[in-house]
């Protein structure tokens, strides 16, 4: 113990009498440390972290299952499943919803959920004020009741006596009954919620439309449940076989429910990254700690004549290196904090799940401490052998250290190659995200961006369902829209392009395979658009016309279908010739009507969605057929779209006062959106990757800035000999560049591996992505050119004679 202490006495007396040299290592670790640091706390809230509610191991979700595919559920379904199975203690669903509440100004839009009376209860969720959903609740007539989040009762005036008073939502009263506690339902997307109702009509087995949630039964394992769903689902299956012949269940943990594979790709390879940058880090300390070493030899001697033994010597230098561990660890903390909080302030919505906890927890506290104690034997092992190694008789002597410091030089010249192969590789890693982003910049979606402004049209579900009002509706919203000076076309529709048709349908070519199994039908978006749909984004049409206004409920059944659905269906044949069937959408209900012959009238270029990353086979039929009363609405416009937001709000209102406009926004503001996910990947991994490039050139820099210094000597005779300064620059930078080299193409093979990990988050980027590593290649080149540049600059500038005299 005392020998411990002593050693820690006197690591902090040498960090002392060395401020520059501590400093410069406190920074490189604090840098390190801080990003390993704020990448691994996303990481565990998001991945490894056990979810914030009592026995979360016992919560499932569980999904329809079709040709492969997870899906939601139908209502019926889910009232069969509460019903039939033997595994779980409640099984509870929910829905998206959105809704218009009434304030002072104009109604507000907001999104929502629905949710079956007990949920909550189920996840065992505290209420900062009032209660779940009474059983009761769930029943018609007695559904006009809310509960709001933390961060929506703040929005309405943090009202401490709210429960039991009455807000308007869809023009309608509701009661307050709770109010959920602050956190993670603050994150998530809803923040108003009301009971989850089947109305007669929605118990069907067709439509696909719920999400379902359960908790299962202690002792319950996740194989039973599955086993058990399996036998529940076959037995609706033959109660049911024209509507769930084909469909099964899947049951799976509730930890990352809905978190993408990519994206859980994506979050492992950004701490990769930052390791990358903790090892440079760790490089950089050992190469300064190393030339430090050099000038502390003969201290080292001393006090091996003195009685010390290697392995005291080296326990103290250890210590040393650990001290600097420690502080820089702590440091790190303080910058992992704040590289957390810019994560957090950056990070599009919705890419982390809602129970992601991001704050510097004792888990994250252990790891940052196993980095920096890691770090610190990484970086102090190879000096503190190193010194301990030290000849007491030869370091006394004047030429003594020059065997040791070929052996130093040997050490630092591999940690040099090794800092460059790691930094290429991250440079690589960094280059393809930039490479596969420009690729998504440059991809055609299909349709023009600029000047269109959309929004949602949420029409409460109280609202007449019948399509004759529907269509009267709209026709009055578009002629309002269309009155306002500086719009030129106005679409009403059910999905929105980049995002998708708005339904996904079952569907058989009439003459074509006839299906014994219906769950076997291929699958094609689906969609409804009025006449102006393809001039208002600027979709060309590649073959026969578009709707017009007497696509009527009167008139033939028509419909538009894209070029990829053409490629897919219609091969060798005319598509203006082909029908396809598909079951009706009743407007306003969760239930499909018998199928239906829709000609073929049209082909359209085809529209990217899914991230860009997809083309998908589609098919529009004219809304003026089948209206659909909740639409998205999209207005071309002369001016900029997002400065006529509030006159073309105006003119909604004119229709129908209650009425708010879901999410305002551009075009443009939508495809930035769904690259968000990748804009802000690439920006990480190429930060990092500065951050590596910035550690390998000041690498390098000190490798040769030691060495001309240790060489002065050799220079000097060089140049008194004739050497000109030209070729004494060239000398040094040569060796330097050789270094650079080597590791650059060592690091070729690290940057294949990366190039192959990050494969399913690239578009059109390959393994080896030739043009990425090229131009990171250069960039570290020159990187270390400049680096060996300064300190052999330097050398040739010194006066021969003078260094001679001196030495």
Known sequence: MGNVLGYIKHSLRMLAKHPGLTVTVLFTLALGIGANTAIFTVDYATLLAPLPYPKPDQLVVVWSKIQGFHNGMSAGDFTDWKRENTVFSDLNAWTGASFNIATAAQPENIDGRQTTPGFYKML????????????????????????????????????????????????????????????????????IVTPLVFKPEQLNHDFHWLLAMGRMKPGVTLKQAQEDMERVTAHIAQVYPKSNKGWSSFVEPLKNDFLPSERITTLWLLLGAVAFVLLIACVNVANLLLAKGLTRQKEMAIRGALGASRKEIFGQLLTESLMLALMGGALGIGVGYAMLRGLITAVPEGTLPSEADLTLNVPILLFTLLATTLAGFLFGCAPAWYASKVDPAESMKEGGRAGVGAGHQKLRRALVIGEFALALSLLAGAGMAIHSFLNLLRVDLGVKTDHVLTFGMPVPDTRSKDPARIIAYYHQILNAIDAVPGVTHATAMTGLPLYGAGFGMPFTLEGGQAYADPSQRPNTGFGMATPDFFTTFGIGLSKGRSFTEQDNAGSVKVAVVNQEFVNKYFKGKDPLQQRVLVEELIPGV????????????????????????????EMLIPFWQIPWPSAGIAVRTQEEPGSMTKSIAAAVHSVDPDIALGRPQTLDQVRDDILSNDRFTMLLFACFAVVALLLAATGIYGVMAFSVAQRSHEIALRMALGATRSRVVGLIVREGILLASIGLAAGLVGAYFIGRAMRSMLFGVGAMDLSAFSAVAVVLLAAALLACFLPARRAASTEPMQVLRTE
């Open 590 to 617: 969760q239930n499909l009507g018998p199928p239906i012959p829709w000609q073929i009238v049209g082909v359209y270029h085809t529209v990217k969605s899914r991230g860009f990353r997809e083309d998908n086979p």
């Open 124 to 191: 065992a969720i505290p209420f900062f004020m009032g209660r779940d959903f009474l059983p009761e609740e769930g029943q018609q007539g007695k559904d006009h009741v809310v509960i709001l989040t933390h961060k929506e009762w703040m929005h309405l005036g943090s009202n401490p006596k709210i429960i039991g008073t009455t807000i308007r939502l869809n023009s309608e009263p509701y009661t307050v009954v709770g109010v959920l506690q602050p956190g993670m339902y603050d994150r998530g997307q809803g923040d």
